[in-house]
């Protein structure tokens, strides 16, 4: 390829990716916003949470999901500071494991959880049940019976049979549970389809626009077991722009007002949900937690004034804004593949030794992130990449465009920030791969919360007759 006074991408014939990525000057630096806060290069070698990750390879292998201890806590603490009238619950569908539902006990979080599944996690790590509380679409009569029994905190209801399900339960149990109602405000959030959770037609909560809320809030306050504890809001996933919620809580605490106008019942609390956005990449601008405080405080002080109704006790369910920036995946590149397109362009293809089974977002959601060479300093300039996975798909593409040292080559480490959420979550054993670990990592200790599965971990369910 001729070279070109500006650097390899501006040549004739070069790909030069999407309009808000920018050449670096320095292929080796790494973008701050982008990582967790210990994040930073020795030396070219990337060091998280005071240990080197060519060291933490070394011991514990590729890929691994490599997480910041210090990092989670300080999100953790900012969302509990800055929301403090509030109850904060980590959504702990972007990742749980025990250590995570103990260090959220631990900085003052309640935990919301989604499945039996997820609920047995936090009873394994001895979370408190009164600062549990229970989503899900479609709960089944074991797991709410299970979620009552032990006591949690709130169960969101999702469904007319949901809340016949739950009187049969509190019935057979002689017990009480308080209960939100989940609602469909009619926003559409500026977000991907399959994040976006207030719209109309989806499969989530119950409509204001039809009646339908109202109407489940009539059952439940009039359910013998059921205490109606209040209101229930998600726009979505992955958003920045406040006017999402603004809309909803209008919509929201309209209806909370007319509940108190027509049935005398003032309900105690609502919940905002949570989605917001994370820095995948430099086009990504989030407010900190600081910021969406005084934004969402204002717009609900505003509506419940104009209303001329209190101001209910709010609640919101940070996920990915807590756990998304505290984690990175290293992987191994093991093949680096130049690709001659039409029109004389062409692409570099990094394959590392993971992919679409330890993170999916991409391949689902059109995701874009970043990466850097984690395992050295390069001397060489920056080339245009995509880097792809293992996997017999087309699709398995991890970073769809980068700049990397133009001279990457097998055996370096590429690590992929901003991996926290629903990256580990998601994971799958696609092709019989085995997900990885989370390496847990501070002050300069690494300590392995979820190990790699094994190869046996994936022949143990399989009990069919080896010998016929």
């Given at each position: 390829?001729?070279?070109?006074?500006?650097?390899?991408?501006?040549?004739?014939?070069?790909?030069?990716?999407?309009?808000?990525?920018?050449?670096?000057?320095?292929?080796?630096?790494?973008?701050?916003?982008?990582?967790?806060?210990?994040?930073?290069?020795?030396?070219?070698?990337?060091?998280?949470?005071?240990?080197?990750?060519?060291?933490?390879?070394?011991?514990?292998?590729?890929?691994?999901?490599?997480?910041?201890?210090?990092?989670?806590?300080?999100?953790?603490?900012?969302?509990?500071?800055?929301?403090?009238?509030?109850?904060?619950?980590?959504?702990?569908?972007?990742?749980?494991?025990?250590?995570?539902?103990?260090?959220?006990?631990?900085?003052?979080?309640?935990?919301?959880?989604?499945?039996?599944?997820?609920?047995?996690?936090?009873?394994?790590?001895?979370?408190?049940?009164?600062?549990?509380?229970?989503?899900?679409?479609?709960?089944?009569?074991?797991?709410?019976?299970?979620?009552?029994?032990?006591?949690?905190?709130?169960?969101?209801?999702?469904?007319?049979?949901?809340?016949?399900?739950?009187?049969?339960?509190?019935?057979?149990?002689?017990?009480?549970?308080?209960?939100?109602?989940?609602?469909?405000?009619?926003?559409?959030?500026?977000?991907?389809?399959?994040?976006?959770?207030?719209?109309?037609?989806?499969?989530?909560?119950?409509?204001?626009?039809?009646?339908?809320?109202?109407?489940?809030?009539?059952?439940?306050?009039?359910?013998?077991?059921?205490?109606?504890?209040?209101?229930?809001?998600?726009?979505?996933?992955?958003?920045?722009?406040?006017?999402?919620?603004?809309?909803?809580?209008?919509?929201?605490?309209?209806?909370?007002?007319?509940?108190?106008?027509?049935?005398?019942?003032?309900?105690?609390?609502?919940?905002?949900?949570?989605?917001?956005?994370?820095?995948?990449?430099?086009?990504?601008?989030?407010?900190?937690?600081?910021?969406?405080?005084?934004?969402?405080?204002?717009?609900?002080?505003?509506?419940?004034?104009?209303?001329?109704?209190?101001?209910?006790?709010?609640?919101?369910?940070?996920?990915?804004?807590?756990?998304?920036?505290?984690?990175?995946?290293?992987?191994?590149?093991?093949?680096?593949?130049?690709?001659?397109?039409?029109?004389?362009?062409?692409?570099?293809?990094?394959?590392?030794?993971?992919?679409?089974?330890?993170?999916?977002?991409?391949?689902?959601?059109?995701?874009?992130?970043?990466?850097?060479?984690?395992?050295?300093?390069?001397?060489?300039?920056?080339?245009?990449?995509?880097?792809?996975?293992?996997?017999?798909?087309?699709?398995?593409?991890?970073?769809?465009?980068?700049?990397?040292?133009?001279?990457?080559?097998?055996?370096?480490?590429?690590?992929?920030?901003g991996t926290g959420a629903y990256c580990r979550s998601m994971a799958s054993n696609?092709?019989?791969?085995?997900?990885?670990?989370?390496?847990?990592?501070?002050?300069?200790?690494?300590?392995?919360?979820?190990?790699?599965?094994?190869?046996?971990?994936?022949?143990?369910?399989?009990?069919?007759?080896?010998?016929?």
């Amino acid at each position: 390829m001729p070279s070109h006074e500006a650097g390899w991408a501006h040549a004739d014939g070069a790909l030069k990716g999407p309009s808000w990525l920018r050449e670096p000057t320095d292929s080796n630096a790494l973008v701050d916003h982008l990582w967790s806060t210990t994040a930073h290069k020795v030396d070219g070698v990337l060091e998280v949470g005071g240990v080197l990750l060519t060291d933490l390879v070394a011991e514990h292998g590729s890929p691994a999901y490599v997480l910041d201890e210090a990092d989670f806590r300080a999100r953790a603490a900012a969302f509990r500071d800055a929301f403090s009238s509030y109850d904060v619950f980590y959504a702990g569908k972007a990742f749980l494991c025990t250590a995570i539902a103990r260090w959220v006990e631990q900085e003052g979080l309640n935990l919301d959880v989604c499945s039996g599944g997820e609920l047995s996690v936090a009873e394994r790590a001895a979370f408190p049940p009164a600062r549990i509380g229970f989503h899900g679409n479609n709960k089944s009569e074991d797991e709410l019976r299970r979620a009552v029994a032990l006591g949690v905190g709130r169960i969101i209801v999702d469904s007319f049979d949901e809340i016949d399900r739950l009187v049969a339960v509190t019935a057979e149990l002689g017990a009480t549970t308080r209960v939100m109602v989940r609602v469909t405000a009619g926003v559409e959030a500026h977000t991907h389809e399959y994040i976006a959770t207030a719209h109309e037609d989806q499969k989530f909560g119950f409509s204001i626009t039809s009646g339908d809320a109202f109407e489940a809030v009539l059952r439940v306050q009039d359910a013998p077991g059921l205490e109606l504890l209040g209101l229930h809001s998600h726009i979505g996933s992955q958003i920045f722009d406040s006017s999402g919620f603004e809309v909803a809580a209008r919509r929201v605490l309209a209806l909370q007002a007319q509940i108190s106008e027509e049935i005398g019942v003032t309900l105690p609390e609502m919940d905002l949900g949570g989605g917001f956005g994370i820095a995948y990449t430099t086009q990504d601008d989030p407010s900190d937690a600081a910021q969406l405080a005084t934004e969402m405080s204002k717009i609900v002080e505003h509506e419940c004034r104009a209303l001329g109704i209190p101001e209910p006790r709010l609640s919101i369910e940070p996920g990915r804004a807590i756990v998304g920036p505290a984690m990175c995946t290293v992987y191994e590149v093991g093949t680096v593949k130049r690709v001659a397109l039409d029109g004389g362009a062409n692409r570099t293809y990094v394959s590392v030794d993971g992919g679409m089974s330890d993170n999916i977002r991409t391949a689902l959601y059109d995701a874009d992130y970043s990466c850097t060479l984690a395992s050295r300093r390069s001397a060489a300039g920056p080339v245009l990449v995509r880097v792809v996975g293992k996997h017999c798909e087309a699709g398995d593409i991890v970073v769809k465009d980068e700049f990397l040292p133009a001279d990457v080559a097998p055996g370096d480490l590429v690590a992929v920030p901003g991996t926290g959420a629903y990256c580990r979550s998601m994971a799958s054993n696609y092709n019989h791969l085995t997900r990885p670990p989370v390496i847990a990592v501070r002050d300069g200790l690494a300590r392995v919360v979820v190990r790699r599965e094994s190869i046996e971990d994936l022949l143990a369910t399989d009990v069919g007759a080896v010998d016929g």
